[in-house]
């Protein structure tokens, strides 16, 4: 599933409450809608990142906008507390490589969605559909992966740079934000400029992963 997808990695959102997860779809937003029809609690609800690859703790990225919660203490897009982040570890193993107690699939034929590749779904009018603030805060999921694997594995720091520029492309034509269109452009030169080393404007990733993230804590301040 991940290479029909994003390449290297699957998304997902685990129900830790009931042991179940939704796996697929484009956005976690989309899990977490699907587990919700399905009469999850939102707070038992947490988005990761399926490397199948991936060995130890490598395997698993704790990293997702739903997981900004600014009322309920998790105010980052990972999962800052350690006992939750075993239960989701916990949930994943058991769930003996994503196929029991999954809700929904992307790849299911009756499911809400079919796979396709990278943000194909999104390029069709998915994207849409999401506030601005919705919009960049899911640009700095990518650039929070494109960080974490930086120095580490650089095929898929690289692949995670190109989807951040292609959802702040489509960001770009989206015709709401006309009025935007030079923070969201400078956003973008600001961001390759880290992406390769900071030499004309001494921008760094850590910065542009700031940046993004206060857009998903103002999606996500209610939640």
């Given amino acids: 599933m991940a290479r029909e ?7 997902a959102v685990v129900d830790v409450g009931r ?3 939704a796996v697929g779809g484009e956005l976690h937003a989309d899990e977490e809608a699907a587990l919700l029809e399905h009469g ?5 609800l947490w988005g990761i990142n399926i490397y199948p690859d991936q060995a130890g703790p490598d395997r698993i990225e704790f990293d997702s906008m739903i997981n900004v919660r600014p009322a309920h203490g998790n105010r980052t897009r990972a ?7 075993q239960l989701i570890a916990d949930t994943v193993d058991r769930l003996s490589v994503l ?7 992307a790849r299911d034929s009756g499911g809400l969605m079919q796979a396709s590749p990278g943000h194909a779904g999104l390029a069709a009018g998915g994207w849409s559909r999401l506030s601005l603030a919705e919009q960049l805060g899911n640009v700095g999921s990518e650039v929070g992966r494109l960080r974490r694997w930086r120095g580490r594995d650089e095929g898929l720091a690289e692949r995670a740079f190109h989807r951040a520029l292609e959802l702040l492309d489509l960001t770009l034509a989206d015709p709401r934000w006309r009025g935007r269109l030079k923070e ?6 600001l961001l390759c400029d880290a992406a390769l080393g900071g030499g004309q404007y001494d921008t760094t990733l850590e910065d542009m ?3 993004f993230l206060q857009f ?3 999606a996500r301040r209610c939640r």
Wanted: glycine share 2%; net charge negative; hydrophobic share 45%.
């Fill in 216 to 218: 998903a804590v103002a």
């Fill in 209 to 211: 992963d700031r940046y």
């Fill in 99 to 105: 196929e029991q107690h999954v809700v929904w699939s």
């Fill in 40 to 44: 999850a609690c939102q707070a038992d």
């Fill in 19 to 21: 042991s179940l997860m």
């Fill in 184 to 189: 969201i452009a400078r956003a973008r030169e």
């Fill in 5 to 11: 997808q994003f390449g290297d990695f699957v998304k």
């Fill in 79 to 85: 999962v800052d507390d350690p006992a939750v982040r």
